[in-house]
């Protein structure tokens, strides 16, 4: 190169370089909007990440929001995909119908993760769904099947809500129904520690815990007698699916639960992380997102 073009050269250089790092910002910039469900209900979705990328679809769990997955949307390991979350019903910035009608039937679940895919226009996502979550994918897959997905991730989901198989806390869950505020509010902060074998950060945990008292009391009352249909979706899947586990998870009994996915659907493939609890995707982020994004190049190239 002489240096009579150099100067040219550097130019150019540095507007690619400006380019890529407008591109990057636009990429990193999130969007926000709603979509309806078949009944009706509004549903608050969320993307970032890159929009040109492998879709992923990730659902929270009892008493959580998308802010749950905050690891996750700020890992540059999963920055390279277009990263969509999403408020169940009856959480965070969603509807919340009253009642019990819009929570009991399970179907209904499902139909939102159908309605958020199709109206964000996901084409072939990773669906992972952590604790409730698992039965939203089960439940969309009962009905649906899996000819929209690429694979699925259940993050210390349940997969059925059985005894044996959901750790028994009566007083707890008793303790969230109860009509009076501050025993509602003291066991909503009971479930949420439970949620892990290390807590994390104040700051996180107590917007975790401000997650929980958004939540819907109707809802919450319901979701134990919620229809799950295991068998007819997580059971007649075929696309990957991953299951990643706890070995301290003090609401989903790991052992029992992972032997029922695998009765259910010999085809899974399971983690269990030695020193997680029920929020192995915050308790060991980095981890969980290595081996999301492994999952995701391996099961969007099939």
Same mark, same amino acid.
């Given at each position: 190169m002489s240096f009579r073009t150099f100067p040219h050269f550097l130019i150019s250089a540095l507007s690619a370089a400006t380019l890529f790092a407008s591109a990057g910002d636009a990429i990193a910039a999130?969007?926000?909007?709603? %979509?309806?469900?078949?009944?009706? &209900?509004? !549903? $608050?979705?969320?993307?970032?990440?890159?929009p040109n990328g492998p879709p992923i679809v990730l659902v929270h769990g009892l008493l959580g929001s998308r802010l749950n997955w905050d690891a996750q949307v700020r890992s540059p390991e999963l920055r390279q995909y277009r990263i969509i979350t999403y408020d169940l019903r009856g959480h965070g910035l969603s509807d919340k119908p009253p009642g019990p009608e819009p929570y009991h039937d399970g179907t209904r679940w499902g139909d939102d993760l159908a309605a958020v895919i199709q109206g964000s226009h996901a084409l072939k996502p990773v669906v992972v769904g952590w604790s409730?979550?698992?039965?939203?994918?089960?439940?969309?897959?009962?009905?649906?099947?899996?000819?929209?997905?690429?694979?699925? %991730?259940?993050?210390?989901?349940? &997969?059925? !809500? $059985?005894?044996?198989?959901i750790v028994d806390h009566p007083d707890v869950y008793r303790d969230m129904n109860s009509p009076d505020l501050q025993t509602h509010l003291d066991g909503e902060r009971t479930f949420v520690g439970l949620c892990f074998n290390h807590r994390p950060d104040a700051d996180t945990f107590d917007r975790l815990l401000a997650n929980a008292a958004m939540a819907s009391w109707d809802m919450q009352k319901e979701v134990p007698t919620m229809t799950v249909f295991a068998a007819e979706g997580l059971g007649k899947a075929r696309v990957p699916l991953l299951f990643i586990y706890g070995g301290h998870d003090a609401l989903v009994d790991t052992h029992a639960t992972l032997a029922r996915a695998t009765a259910l659907n010999p085809h899974i493939v399971s983690k269990v992380y030695a020193e997680s609890g029920h929020a192995p995707f915050i308790e060991e982020a980095e981890r969980f997102n290595r081996d999301l994004a492994e999952f995701v190049r391996s099961a969007s190239q099939q």
């Amino acid at each position: 190169m002489s240096f009579r073009t150099f100067p040219h050269f550097l130019i150019s250089a540095l507007s690619a370089a400006t380019l890529f790092a407008s591109a990057g910002d636009a990429i990193a910039a999130p969007t926000s909007y709603t %979509v309806a469900s078949t009944d009706g &209900v509004k !549903l $608050a979705v969320q993307e970032s990440g890159n929009p040109n990328g492998p879709p992923i679809v990730l659902v929270h769990g009892l008493l959580g929001s998308r802010l749950n997955w905050d690891a996750q949307v700020r890992s540059p390991e999963l920055r390279q995909y277009r990263i969509i979350t999403y408020d169940l019903r009856g959480h965070g910035l969603s509807d919340k119908p009253p009642g019990p009608e819009p929570y009991h039937d399970g179907t209904r679940w499902g139909d939102d993760l159908a309605a958020v895919i199709q109206g964000s226009h996901a084409l072939k996502p990773v669906v992972v769904g952590w604790s409730l979550g698992g039965v939203v994918i089960s439940n969309y897959l009962a009905r649906y099947g899996d000819r929209a997905i690429a694979g699925a %991730v259940y993050v210390d989901g349940v &997969v059925e !809500l $059985a005894p044996g198989q959901i750790v028994d806390h009566p007083d707890v869950y008793r303790d969230m129904n109860s009509p009076d505020l501050q025993t509602h509010l003291d066991g909503e902060r009971t479930f949420v520690g439970l949620c892990f074998n290390h807590r994390p950060d104040a700051d996180t945990f107590d917007r975790l815990l401000a997650n929980a008292a958004m939540a819907s009391w109707d809802m919450q009352k319901e979701v134990p007698t919620m229809t799950v249909f295991a068998a007819e979706g997580l059971g007649k899947a075929r696309v990957p699916l991953l299951f990643i586990y706890g070995g301290h998870d003090a609401l989903v009994d790991t052992h029992a639960t992972l032997a029922r996915a695998t009765a259910l659907n010999p085809h899974i493939v399971s983690k269990v992380y030695a020193e997680s609890g029920h929020a192995p995707f915050i308790e060991e982020a980095e981890r969980f997102n290595r081996d999301l994004a492994e999952f995701v190049r391996s099961a969007s190239q099939q």
